[in-house]
């Protein structure tokens, strides 16, 4: 069990000392400006197809073209959503939070958090704190 | 299906499907085998030494997600009952983008091996690891429970055996074979069968998807109305409501399944675990992108084979077969290819539910070891490898409850795709609630999470004992059998058979109010550690080095 020695490599103060920084409050406000809105947006768009399907299937029974009528177009939409938003939450996360949990993750690991002060519980060695 | 009835009396049929088993299992041992050199640490034994690659992880979560429900269960409800059956693949398939935007990055991050080392961080540790503990085991032997019930009810119909022993009989060789590779493999095994079962699976799906979109000219329209053609009597297959539309109840009872179904994938203790295999949470992330593609396509191919079986085998006859319901896509694949197609499709289902079952013991085992011994009963301090022989024998012990758990289920004759989603519900309502607090929420406490861990699975599990599902359902006139698992007596008085609707916004909104009535003050440092470690990657544990 290598815990204990992992968790001295930072301090409390520096953890907390990166939490307030303003990298991490536009880090936060990256990860949840994409994230909060889109999972509101696909759980609403489900729901509205449950409800559709279960108060409407009238509705639902539109024939469009043949047998294929709007209730089945409408399922497989939420699977084009699906892979959509599935790419363009990579596409975010590369772009927009990713540079900035890197260069934080850099930072912490050289103990740029520190206060002024070397770390003083832990060895300065960051070696295999994490993995880029 | 008069030929494959007829068939049953020869003896050439169940011998390919059990060779075919055979060789699956043959090839996955020898794999097992050789993952077990690499066995040294817990690390290894739970988490594969986090060696896994992103893509291998998203195909081998595939293989752990894509159970017999979601091949026999979602098949079949498409094939009888229609577009009803279709909302399953949907809510199963779209609760992946809850796992990919909110969870699984985060998860991979902050926890060693289990869902309680994120729960209880900045919490009092022994409480919340022994709530969360119990309901990773809960929602463990639900899911558990519905493979078992499938692999009984596949037997009846592969091996042409419907006697009460022979089924038992195969369940407990499942079971054993299941502990097999979880002793012996660990994590690592695990992962290498779940891969191999899902590139199976899907190539099986494909092979199926084709043929029966070439027996109607590649023109869904009329394999739509072929399926529309054979639908049982005054049943509108195509649009919603064959299924759940009959009375307020019932369409009730939909949305409170579409909602157990979206919001369980992400509390899943089995899918959490797999988040830990792989070295950093870019990884993490890639295999769920992965994981989506590969999940999607399969269901779009299962819309087609539920479609396909109602139209090219018709709803009546699935009904008649042993294994009823679930009986839909292998009895498809004897329509299209005969004896060779069914023993492939055959063998690809057992592989299914070992490979499903195999990744379900190794985390409950997990979660007893690593959770209730090491930290609640031993306070952390257990002998170097402790942990992991603890890990074995409750992986002995439940795999021993779940085969006697379903030679009893074999029995019920319930949709298998029905018993995964309570497995959902409970997921849904006693682990997503905490771990998004726990992520997102910094005012939550220790009493918070108890209360909606326990209020969650109390609430999911007691309305699920008071429901038609255990007692009180109406008898079908086809079977002469109630479809509780009770027959005879009637003690529900909850209308729902699934309970998410009440429980999981009864779970969350037990988690806000123990935090705001709670006396304990969230712990500011752990706190923030927990969310720089969260959304950095700092001090996330590594990959280990062979």
Known sequence: ?132 | MRELLAADDTIGEPAVNISIFGAFVLVTLFITFRASRNNKSAADYYAAGRNISGTQNGLAIAGDYLSAASFLGIAGAIAVYGYDGFLYSIGFLVAWLVALLLVAELMRNTARFTMADVLAFRMRERPVRMAAAISTLAVSLFYLLAQMAGAGGLVALLLGVSGDAAEALVVTLVGALMIFYVLVGGMRGTTYVQMIKATLLIAGAFVMTVWVLAEYGFNLSSLLGGAQDLAVEGRDVLAPGAQYGLTETSKLDFVSLGLALVLGTAGLPHVLMRFYTVPTAKDARRSVVWAIWLIGIFYLFSLVIGYGAGALVGPAEILAAPGAVNAAAPLLAFELGGTVLLGIIAGVAFATILAVVAGLTITASASFAHDVYASVIKRGNVPPNGEVRVARITAVVIGAISIGLGILALQAGINIAFLVALAFAVAASANLPTILYTLFWKNFTTQGALWSIYGGLIACIGLIIFSPVVSGAPVNELTGKSTSLIQDVDFSWFPLNNPGLVSIPLSFFLGWLGSRLSKDKPDELKNAELEVRAFTGIGAEKAVQH
């Open chain 1, 1 to 132: 069990m290598t815990e204990p020695t992992e968790r001295r490599l930072l301090t409390p103060e520096e953890y907390l000392q990166a939490q307030n920084s303003p990298e991490f409050a536009e880090l936060k406000r990256r990860f949840r400006r994409f994230a909060f809105p889109m999972t509101f947006a696909f759980f609403a768009w489900y729901l509205l197809y449950v409800l559709l399907s279960t108060y409407a299937p009238d509705f639902m029974a539109t024939e469009v073209f043949g047998n294929v009528n709007l209730g089945i177009l409408l399922g497989l939409a939420q699977f084009v959503t699906t892979f959509a938003i599935t790419h363009l939450y990579v596409a975010h996360a590369n772009r927009n939070t990713d540079p900035i949990a890197d260069e934080m993750r850099d930072r912490l690991e050289r103990h740029d958090f520190a206060s002024g002060q070397t770390s003083a519980t832990g060895p300065t060695s960051t070696e295999g704190a994490t993995r880029a």
